[in-house]
């Protein structure tokens, strides 16, 4: 576009060189015609008086300059106009090349985000499955069967402590059972929760899927006696408990869904777990 525009303005600057020829031709060939013929003009006047040459030149000076004048204001028109179309043109090249600009602009914004996404996301997979190393060998720990020792039953550790809770009249004294242990069943619950708070902290509101893909990992993980004892921990109404944060995570992310409430050793507190977990619900009459 641009090369046509310059080609247009040469065409213009030509058709000008050209018209101030004819003109100077004109006047020329004018004078040489007043030069040839002023005595015979001047034959004709009346009583035998003639003009001066100054008189002369004057009147063929005058109709020159009415001919010729409105044919030079017509073409300066003209030119005006082609002037303004080149411009517009021009103007109009230069908005289309910001267009580009601008788009391309906003097209490298977008990629240069998408990067910054992609390595925040993978700085956030990276603290995320080394935390999950941490779990799974906690989990793994409070699970590893001991033999039986003196007062305790063989068993885990988890197990152990289940049992310890189960034997309890209600689940607020179980609960007390499980807060008075500080061993690794306590470092398992406090991962957890660390977990699920950085997925939250990560993901908003409206990615649902991608923050359910990171707790169905730590569902996996997870078999029945752990999550009655998050069960445990979490069952709580009251908003200025440690663990009542706790509870609306394990809602949020669905975890104690997989709670089978079913199991005869988890009948005792089944009617206090569907109390404090809406998402849990008895099991149906056999």
């Not at 700085?123 to 190393?133: I, M, Y």
């Not at 029945?224 to 394990?250: C, I, R, W």
């Not at 199991?263 to 809406?278: D, E, L, N, V």
Request: charged share 20%; proline share 3%.
């Amino acid at each position: 576009m641009l090369r046509g525009t310059w080609r247009e303005i040469h065409l213009l600057e030509m058709i000008a060189v050209f018209l101030l020829v004819c003109t100077a031709t004109f006047y020329i060939r004018t004078y040489l015609s007043f030069e040839a013929n002023y005595l015979t003009w001047l034959e004709g006047a009346r009583n035998g008086e003639g003009m001066s040459r100054a008189e002369a030149l004057g009147l063929s000076g005058d109709f020159l300059g009415g001919v010729l004048n409105p044919i030079l204001s017509f073409f300066s028109f003209l030119a005006l106009l082609f002037t303004l179309r080149l411009q517009r043109r021009e103007l109009t090249a230069t908005m289309d090349e910001l267009r580009k600009s601008t788009l391309a602009a906003e097209k490298n914004v977008h990629l240069f985000t998408e990067q910054i996404q992609a390595q925040r996301l993978d700085a956030f997979e990276n603290t995320f499955f080394s935390l999950l190393k941490v779990f799974n060998a906690t989990f793994e720990k409070i699970n590893e069967h001991q033999e039986a020792q003196e007062d305790l039953p063989a068993g885990s550790p988890l197990q152990r402590l289940l049992l310890q809770a189960h034997a309890q009249e209600d689940l607020t004294a179980a609960r007390k059972v499980l807060m008075a242990d500080h061993s690794e069943i306590d470092h398992f619950i406090s991962i957890l929760l660390e977990m699920l708070k950085f997925i939250d902290q990560k993901f908003p509101q409206d990615s649902h899927s991608d923050r359910m893909f990171y707790a169905n990992i730590l569902k996996a993980i997870i078999n029945q006696d752990a999550f009655e004892v998050v069960a445990m921990y979490a069952a709580t109404h009251n908003p200025k408990s440690a663990y009542y944060g706790f509870k609306q995570l394990l809602q949020k992310y669905e975890l104690l869904e997989e709670l089978d409430l079913s199991a005869p050793k988890r009948q005792k507190f089944m009617s206090a777990y569907t109390h404090f977990f809406s998402q849990l619900e008895p099991p149906a009459p056999l």
